[in-house]
């Protein structure tokens, strides 16, 4: 089993819907959790962060994490053309250890239609 | 602030011949560095994890060497490239800090092998 599984999509959804997209992880020592966005030939930008259980919000952004289920979860809302992009989830285990290393999700391609 | 260089970034090799791929951070000291290869429909796979000068961890067999010769340079190495080595090269280095690790990326070196 991969330590982080999401779905490649792509996934479509018309402008002003709410995008679901998930990953699911099988390493119970994750803590930190972390949502990139990476626009095409660029690198990835963080985009949202949490640590342990529960939500964050920020602007149209919520991020979500369920610990008990290992399953992590971020919510686009009010969707916009300019959502259109590559959205991996990331995860690591332990702060201020040298062995921290990040793992990541393959990606999700998220399309935006107008 | 902190920055990180990844060149060149499009590169085009014929099979079987040598790879030499460079990437720098500045503003920073003692970062982890990473190199990772992003393959057309197969997502963000870490290929190289550095904690130190000297200190490199494999994490997935394979035609590609990496070295750390300074604190902040990080090279990805290869005596004969192979078709299945075409993909997008990313690196980046991390952080960790009270509640979160985070990595921050190059903009990538697309390679294509021929």
């Known amino acids: 089993q991969k330590e982080v599984e999401q779905d490649p999509g792509p996934l479509s959804v018309p402008e002003g819907a709410i995008v679901s997209l998930n990953c699911t992880y099988s390493?119970?020592?994750?803590?930190?959790f972390m949502w990139y966005r990476q626009y095409s030939r660029k690198g990835p930008e963080l985009l949202m962060y949490t640590y342990s259980s529960g939500n964050k919000e920020d602007g149209r952004f919520t991020a979500q994490v369920d610990k008990s289920s290992k399953y992590i979860s971020l919510f686009i809302r009010d969707s916009q053309p300019s959502d259109s992009a590559t959205y991996l989830c990331?995860?690591?285990?332990?702060?201020?250890?040298?062995?921290?290393?990040?793992?990541f999700g393959k990606g999700t391609r998220l399309h935006i239609l107008p | 602030s902190q920055t990180i260089h990844q060149w060149p970034a499009t590169l085009v090799q014929p099979v079987g011949s040598p790879l030499s791929l460079e990437c720098t951070v500045e503003?920073?000291?003692?970062?982890?560095l990473y190199w990772y290869r992003q393959a057309a429909g197969r997502g963000l796979q870490l290929l190289f994890y550095s904690v130190g000068i000297g200190q490199i961890s494999s994490e997935v067999p394979q035609n590609l060497s990496a070295s750390r010769p300074q604190d902040r340079q990080f090279i990805l190495s290869s005596k004969k490239l192979l078709l299945s080595d075409s993909g997008f090269y990313l690196c980046a280095w991390s952080v960790s800090r009270v509640g979160i690790t985070e990595a921050f990326f190059g903009q990538g070196t697309r390679l294509t092998v021929v």
């Open positions: 503003g920073t000291s003692n970062p982890n």
């Open positions: 390493n119970s020592a994750f803590q930190y």
């Open positions: 990331a995860m690591s285990a332990r702060w201020g250890n040298r062995d921290d290393k990040i793992i």
